[in-house]
């Protein structure tokens, strides 16, 4: 993994968790948990995508969709758990 890859995650990370925050209102955790939601978000996004067989296409902006999609995901399961 180059020093770009790790970059590139973190700045996408650091966007989808920003983007999601703002979607799912009540949730600020600043930078560093803005890039951390991102890049779980990334993940989560990446697999249900896989699962429901969604390609949206290749890209920059696939990953920052499939991250900011996963953090929402993310975001609201953390809003469910909090209040159960």
Known sequence: MTVETILIWIL?????????G?????????LV???????LGAFLGGWLFG???VAI???????IFTAFIGAV??????RVLKRA
Do not use: D, E, Q
């Open 73 to 78: 995901v993310l975001l609201l399961l953390v």
């Open 51 to 53: 699962t429901l067989g």
């Open 12 to 20: 996408v990370g650091a966007l989808a968790g920003w983007l999601a």
């Open 22 to 30: 703002l979607v799912v209102r009540g949730f600020g955790f600043g």
């Open 57 to 63: 296409g290749a890209g920059i902006i696939n990953s």
């Open 33 to 39: 948990g803005n890039i951390i939601i991102g890049i």
